[in-house]
């Protein structure tokens, strides 16, 4: 897993990380924009990182159509990871659902594709997916 603020950093890493899935850590949102830009790894993923933008009417979860457009285009998929939701407490772990749901409904509209890692039971993470909004097919291709 590739986690550093430094764009060119990170681009060398993806030359020379060898493991397969390639995972970046998503940052901020200029970070994610060039790394989706660039597009040489397989999945970027997004994590709670403890700032709590939250607005009136919208959550800020860090992904867009934009993003999610790029990612689409370079063959990136959208990381969940299951171990991090598990260690949340209450009141974050619903706020960080709720940004899941949001991401969900982005790539969907996108055709981004969602992978979930961590997950201990192929027919929980299939459920848990589908009870967040996620199509069958994105579901299925998540828990792959």
């Known amino acids: 897993m590739i986690n550093t603020i430094n764009i060119e950093q990170a681009k ?16 901020n949102d200029e ?9 040489k790894f397989d999945i970027l993923l997004s994590v709670e990182r403890g700032k709590r933008q939250r607005t009136l009417r919208t959550i800020d979860s860090g992904l867009n159509h934009v993003l999610a ?13 299951m171990d991090e939701l598990r260690n949340l407490k209450k009141e974050e772990k619903a706020n960080r659902l709720e940004k899941i749901k949001q991401n969900i409904k982005i790539c969907r509209k996108a ?22 909004g996620a199509s069958t097919k994105q579901a299925k291709d998540a828990v792959q």
Not at 31 to 39: D, S, T, V
Not at 111 to 132: G, P, Q, R
């Open 12 to 27: 060398k890493l993806t030359k020379t990380e060898k493991l397969k899935p390639l995972i970046v850590l998503a940052q």
């Open 31 to 39: 970070f994610n924009r060039k790394i989706l830009e660039y597009g």
């Open 69 to 81: 457009e790029l990612a689409a285009k370079n063959n990136v998929s959208i990381g969940i990871d």
């Open 111 to 132: 055709k981004t594709k969602i992978v979930l890692l961590n997950y201990k039971d192929k027919k929980d993470a299939f459920a848990f997916l589908i009870s967040l």
